[in-house]
């Protein structure tokens, strides 16, 4: 049986001292849980959080990353240097860094690669817009991001890799997919992956959903039969609201 993995991702958001008192806030709100429980936060904040979390149940991710270890790519972090500072976990390709940034399905997977080789665990963002949506393109849109995310890694890979569907539609909007529509569109990420890796690899990747979780929607989304958790933006920047959540 696949873990539930929820995942805070607090975007541009909390100074190390906010941050440092936000952990010891959760700590204890959390402390019981079987799942998966992973804070996402800017990079200033890894260094503070990574050493306040230790002896606890809570990992550690950055929000991104550069594909190359060192060199001339001014204002970049690599994976290599999150590694070394004990980062487990990073997202990658999030919407945001698509639209803002430049992102592109080409640089996610460079990154995936790369993230990988630097044993850190990929989250990968894929999601329609809303645009897409009303076309009917969802399952079009998103097992091509998926397959393109996954080229040329290995099952034992895409396995440490978890995949976060993420609708741009819902992404701070308020708006979240049904319960129905999200473990469709997840289960067609799955059968993408079946397709490529095969069942037995399909059945243990983690796939997250992302777009406007919070405590209200978290068990109807997160008890259906293929969402193994999420990855919540504005509702992980409140202790309680967020352990809510990984307390579904």
């Known amino acids: 049986m696949r873990k539930k993995v929820i995942a805070g991702n607090w975007k541009m958001n909390k100074n190390p001292e906010e941050a ?3 952990l010891e806030e959760l700590k204890p709100l959390v402390e019981n849980t079987e799942n998966e429980v992973i804070i996402c936060a800017p990079f200033i904040d890894l260094k503070c959080l990574v050493k306040n979390s230790k002896g606890s149940n809570i990992k550690i991710g ?8 060192a060199g001339a790519y001014t204002g970049e972090i690599s994976g290599s240097m999150l590694k070394s500072i004990g980062v487990e976990y990073v997202i990658i390709g999030h919407s945001e860094r698509r639209q803002y940034f430049a992102e592109t399905d080409e640089t996610v997977n460079k ?6 080789k630097n044993e850190l665990k990929p989250i990968v963002c894929v999601g329609e817009t809303l645009e897409q949506k009303e076309e009917g393109l969802t399952q079009e849109v998103i097992t091509k991001q998926t397959k393109l995310a996954l080229e040329g890694l290995t099952k034992e ?3 440490n890799t978890i995949i976060a569907y993420e609708p741009i539609w819902a992404i701070g909007t308020g708006k979240t997919a049904t319960s129905d529509d999200a473990n469709n569109s ?3 990420i799955r059968e993408e992956i079946c397709k490529i890796y095969g069942q037995n690899v399909a059945n243990r990747v983690i796939i997250q959903y992302g777009g406007s979780v919070k405590a209200s929607n978290a068990k109807e989304l997160f008890t259906t039969s293929d969402i ?3 990855l919540v933006g504005g509702a992980s920047l409140k202790p309680d609201e967020f352990a809510k959540i990984v307390n579904y």
């Open 157 to 159: 890979q895409v396995e």
């Open 62 to 69: 950055a929000q991104n990353m550069h594909f190359e270890d």
């Open 111 to 116: 990154k995936i690669k790369s993230a990988l």
């Open 228 to 230: 193994d958790g999420g």
């Open 20 to 22: 440092k008192k936000y």
């Open 186 to 188: 997840i289960k067609s």
